[in-house]
């Protein structure tokens, strides 16, 4: 996840979610062929290999909103920048916190209600108001 939270650091957010989508293939394929977390994957078949479940084949969160471009501070704020790289709308739920990344605009629903909608790829701080 190192390569990849540095492909985001330096702008190629596209590529780090195309990792992120060949990660989880391999995941999802140790999960379903094997019922297991496994510590590698072979980067052409996608069959995991090493140790079971291990903590290193669970998917990588932090690598995961970063690319999405989300960072979470409270139930009452978050940090969004950019838009989801990814092909398909992603929720994050959060301590009754919900954020809808869709291709080019998210939504913010905080516990108490409120809904904050952008559409700015700019980084910006989303509270509570």
């Known amino acids: 996840s190192m390569i990849g ?27 379903k062929s094997e019922g297991v977390f496994r510590h590698h ?6 069959r995991g290999g090493g140790e ?4 290193h084949g669970f998917a990588p969160l932090t690598f995961f909103m970063e690319t999405l471009g989300v960072r979470l501070i409270s139930p009452q704020q978050v940090v969004l920048s950019g ?28 516990p108490d209600g409120q809904i904050v909608n952008t559409d700015d790829p700019s980084p910006q701080v989303v509270s509570l108001s």
């Open 52 to 55: 079971r479940n291990i903590l």
């Open 83 to 110: 838009f989801n790289p990814f092909p398909w709308p992603v929720t994050v739920k959060y301590r009754g916190m919900t954020i809808l990344r869709q291709r080019d605009r998210t939504v913010v629903v905080f």
């Open 41 to 46: 994957f072979d980067s052409e078949t996608g």
């Open 5 to 31: 939270e540095g492909l985001v650091s330096y702008g190629y957010r596209s590529l780090a979610a195309e990792l992120i989508n060949r990660l989880m293939s391999g995941i999802a394929l140790s999960l």
